[in-house]
């Protein structure tokens, strides 16, 4: 069976965020995203297609929503995000990785 | 937007397994499982239409697969189950709340 463990092979350097794909087919991708204080451009919303489940495994991130709601996120944290609502990540700790774990479906 | 805490709402009370659905729609179900102690019958395996990849969030767990493959899962640990691919859980720690992430796809 095809396992593993999504607290391993964190890469030391994390100059950039780091998206691991897991599962995808034509129903569904799952990705582990790793990021250290990395924020979403300043201007500019993410606007996908597919609905996103995500949840925060470890650290801490700020979702910012084009309506102006905000969701927090510590570890266990989790928020769906439907198709084409615009969303940012808005703040994630710099101190240590944040790693998500994304459902887009 | 829709969101919550994966560790938040564990009932005191385990003495059946515990499910939670999170999302649902016909191309995704994801769901929170609660075990403690509670393992598959010792007779027939779980033969499931669809794909499922599953990992462990809190606590520790053991699949077994019909062909005599074991994948022991801690925190963090997945693994990814093809449709039709018979398995059981053969142990959870029953000493505390192992919880589960399921995206069946």
Redesign the interface.
């Given at each position: 069976?095809?396992?593993?463990?999504?607290?391993?092979s964190i890469p030391d350097k994390l100059d950039e965020e780091v998206f691991d794909r897991?599962?995808q087919?034509n129903?569904?991708k799952?990705e582990r995203i790793i990021s250290k204080g990395h924020i979403s451009p300043e201007s500019g919303w993410y606007d996908q297609d597919q609905?996103e489940?995500v949840?925060v495994?470890k650290g801490q991130a700020l979702i910012a929503?084009e309506s102006g709601?905000e969701?927090g996120?510590?570890?266990?944290?989790?928020?769906?995000?439907p198709a084409h609502?615009k969303h940012k990540v808005k703040w994630t700790n710099p101190k240590t990785e944040t790693i998500w774990?994304a459902?887009h479906?």
């Open positions: 069976m095809k396992s593993g463990n999504i607290f391993d897991l599962i087919n129903k569904v799952i609905d489940w949840i495994l929503f709601e969701v996120l510590k570890e266990g944290g989790y928020v769906n995000i609502t774990l459902v479906y």
